[in-house]
Each structure stands twice: as structure tokens, then as C-alpha cells.
DNA sequence: GCAAAAGTGTTACCCGTACACCCATGC
DNA sequence: GCATGGGTGTACGGGTAACACTTTTGC
């Protein structure tokens, strides 16, 4: 807390006024990774319901309030999109350019978040909510955005959301090799498997990992640097061999830490 | 350029209050790292000369104007506080605490920017400018900052600027490997040596590189690719043995990409 | 000659990758 | 049995790190 240093300074305080000059709105907006059914990196988004692009498929955002931080903005929205609180957030980029928003002059600072595969519950076609997940593809020019019954490309993005969407992709391919992002998207973090987890990074990066490889490493980055430990149970009923069952060691002080 | 899909769309826009919230001001703060004398890692810091925090030291940066993006912003302050223009700037995050400011809600964007060694015209002590080179160094708990005749620990700077600076450097050390960062600091990008360039990246990340090793690094990461040419040119004058001459070969397109 | 930097060569080791192979479980 | 995934072993190759050594220039 910042205490004035002179009787002069509290009288500048006291009467500094806030508003000489106009100010632009600030938005927090929250890109929302999860994984589908089919284990495809899918985000969430939101179907616009005013004006501007209204009807038009966009990331969920709202503005920065004044009691609150621009971080708890974005859990906040994330709050208010899935029901999903105290997930670990992770800026991404804010996005400032003067005409990004026809009403007048908005700043976004874009966030993303990683949802626990199958948590949110979203159904096809639930068209009473307006939010719905869309695969992640890449086609020649962009991204490609499939959901269950439609398929939108980038450049029908609400604003500069095909803009952000993109950051985000680079940004989480890139962090998932040296952050823990990769176990947000467990369903539970005190009972996986090295399978799911493998799952996840070939979701995320698109390209098939080693098995034994990636056990190694799994082993060498998580095991025996203690974040992860073995459970001592085993998996049943899946089909094949029982595999052993991992936690995270210490899930409180899982934030977006890094390695 | 958006265009409004209806004319109810239209008179949505033309109608919409822009002040029905209370909003906050930004900000554009860059931290200006250069080589010293002494070929270390500074950054360029301003005295306050207002409350509040007045009379301490702090990044440079002010408010973003309605009729230029936060991008501009920041490259505007960089000129206004260097005189130097065209520089690449690279967005490190945006801090958006509730009372970071006492006088108001400032949510602030931080960029960094690398400014050529022995570009900036600052001279020890001249106070008039009230802006000075502080060498950056590390002691047990944080950020110590060495100037000319003063020395200043990271909590003594203005605002959450302590974490910005960190995080400015966390982000420096390591884009260093994979961005052409390190080129930022040469006196001259179109005739230089492997040497200058070694001493620019053994002042970031604080520790020394193998000769042949670096040598043959920069050849293959830049050379070899064509992204640096040999001029055909050799160093003289230096009190050893001359060196070839290096040029960037497209400084136009040598924004802050990647790799 | 000496110091400082330029430049070349060589070697040892680690680590990523690829791939082969066996084990366990459920259908 | 067969498909699926669990888990282990191993061998090759490339790249990095470490270090030795020669060359050139200015003082």
C-alpha cells in the first residue's frame, strides 16, 4: 500500500483529478482450451448476441471493472462461461489497436485458460446458451473452427479474435514443453494416467509422440523431479493392459508455474 | 474497417454511449535496455519529478492517447524519452493491479525495446534530463541497479516497476536464443563482428561463451540461413587481429520476429 | 614479444529418435 | 486370438560442450 510522503503529496491526492484526460475501455477475454470427446484441442466461443458482429462467433470477454484486477477479470469470465473457478490463467498478449471495436476505443488483454477434458457441458446444438466448443483445425490460409454442426474459418471471428485465437495456439504449443499446462487439461490431476497426458500433447502439438520416449520423459521431468508421484493404483476396466495411476504432488501451488 | 450489417445497426452504433462505465487509464511503459561502456546489460530509467513517487526512479512510459493504438504509444514514449525511432518493441505484458497507482485505476502495458550501444547521449549525472543508465546486476534478494554515482535496489522503484523490470529480463534472456533480439544492441547491424555480438549475448544472459563454439552457432543460426552476410570487409584498428565484417541483409524486415 | 581476439580442429559425451519387443487386459 | 495400450531395451546419429591450438594485429 502506498503511503504519500508529505502533507503536499496527500493534497495532490486528494485533488488529483481523474478524469482530464478521455480513457478507453479495457476488456479481459479468455481463450478456453479443452480437449473433446475425441481428444481434439478444442476452444470455446460464444455466439455474439448485440451488436457489434452480432450473431457472430467470438471469444468470451467483458470489460475490467473498476474493483477488480484485470487478472480476476479474466477468471471472473471464465467463471461466468464454464462455472469453472480458481483454474490457473495465463496472459497472453493484449491487443490495442484503435478501430478494433466499432463502439468506441477498447483494449483487450487476452488470457487462456485449460479446462479439464469433459467439464464443461456444452451440448450440440444447445442453442438456449450460445457457447460452444469448435475444434481447432488448420487449413492452407488459417485456422478452422469445427463444431458439431458447423464450420466457421478465422476470418468470421468477431473484432481481432482470429488475431488472438492464433496467439494462443503458438503461444500454448510453445508452453506446453517447459510449463504444467499440459496437466489443465486433465480430468484429474490426482489419478491419470502417462497415456492421457501423452494424449493431451499429441492434441496440442498435432503430431504423434514415442511411447517410450515419452514415458522417459515423463518419468525424468515430473517423477523424479517430485511434482508428479506415483499413485501405487492401478487403472482397470479399459480395455487393455492396467496402467499405473499418477497425482500431482502438490496441486495448490500448480499455477501457470514454469519448470 | 468494420461495416455495420443493418440499419439498426447503425443507429445501435450511433447511439452508444461509450460513458455509460466508469473506465481506467493506461498506459504504455518500455524498458530500455542498452550495453554500457563496460559492454553491460543497462536499462534507461527516469526520476520522477511529480507525486506521486516523485523524486523516484521508474520506467519510462505514459499515458496511451484515444487516437493512437498502445503499440504506437510505446514506440512514441521511446522517442520522446531517446530520440530514437523504428525500433522494434516487443510487448512483455500488461499489469493491471487495482492500486498500482494511488491516483487512480492505471492499467499498464509494458513493451521492451534494445537500443544500440552508446546510442543514447546520457551523461552521468546530468540531472537536468533526470534520465540516467542504470547497470543491471543480481544480489541475493532481487534486482540491483548501478548508476554512475548511485545505486538503487529494485524496491526502491517507482510503482510494481520492480516486477516489470524482472519480468522484462526473464523474457530478454530468453528470446535471446531464439529471436534476433541480440541484434538490437549492435552499434551498426550492417557491419559488425562476431565478437560484438558474443559480448552482446554474454551481457544478457551473464555468463561467458566458448569462442569456437559461438562462431560456429552464429554461423549456421544466421549465416547459413542468410539472414547475416559477410560484407568482405575486415575490422581494423582494434588492437588484435581483424575480423570479418557482418551485415544484417534485410534490416527492413528485422522486426522482433522469430526464428 | 606479448596481449587480445580471430579462427580451426578434434573429441567425448549426452540426448533425442527410432524401432523392436514383450506384457497385461478386455472383448 | 486379437486389439489396445503398458512398459522395457537398445542402438544409431547429431549436436553440444570442452578444450587445444594456430593466426593475425596493435602496442
Not at 474493483?67 to 497472453?92: C, F, H, Y
Not at 442453442?127 to 478452422?144: C, I, P, S, T, Y
Not at 503461444?171 to 489419478?191: E, V
Amino acid at each position: 500500500m502506498y503511503k504519500p510522503k508529505s502533507d503536499e503529496e496527500k493534497v495532490f491526492l486528494a485533488e488529483y483529478d481523474p478524469d482530464k484526460y478521455e480513457k478507453p475501455s479495457v476488456t479481459a477475454d479468455i481463450v478456453v482450451f479443452t480437449l473433446d470427446a475425441k481428444n481434439s484441442l478444442s476452444v470455446l466461443l460464444i455466439k455474439r448476441g448485440g451488436y457489434p458482429y452480432k450473431d457472430c462467433w467470438a471469444i468470451p470477454g467483458g470489460f475490467v471493472e473498476m474493483v477488480e484486477s484485470v487478472d480476476t477479470a479474466a477468471a471472473r469470465e471464465l467463471k461466468e462461461e464454464t462455472g469453472l473457478e480458481n483454474l490457473p490463467i495465463t496472459q497472453i498478449g493484449t491487443f490495442g489497436e484503435v478501430d478494433r471495436d466499432p463502439r468506441m476505443r477498447v483494449i483487450s488483454v487476452a488470457y487462456m485458460a485449460f479446462v479439464p477434458k469433459d467439464s464443461l457441458c456444452i451440448k450440440a446444438g444447445d442453442d438456449a446458451r450460445d457457447a460452444q466448443l469448435f475444434e481447432v483445425k488448420n487449413d492452407e490460409d488459417g485456422l478452422v473452427l469445427v463444431g458439431e454442426r458447423n464450420v466457421i474459418k478465422e476470418s468470421e471471428l468477431a473484432f481481432d479474435h482470429a488475431k488472438i485465437l492464433r496467439i494462443a495456439l503458438k503461444r500454448l504449443r510453445n508452453r506446453i514443453d517447459y510449463t504444467l499446462d499440459a496437466f489443465g487439461f486433465l480430468k484429474d490431476n490426482s489419478s491419470f494416467t502417462i497415456y492421457e497426458l501423452k494424449k493431451i500433447h499429441e492434441a496440442v502439438k498435432l503430431e504423434t509422440e514415442d511411447t517410450g520416449n515419452f514415458r522417459r520423459d515423463f518419468l525424468k521431468k515430473y517423477v523424479s523431479t517430485g511434482l508428479v508421484e506415483n499413485t501405487g493404483k492401478k487403472s482397470q476396466g479399459t480395455g487393455s493392459r492396467a496402467a499405473t495411476l499418477y497425482r500431482i504432488k502438490d496441486p495448490e501451488s500448480f499455477g501457470s508455474s514454469e519448470l
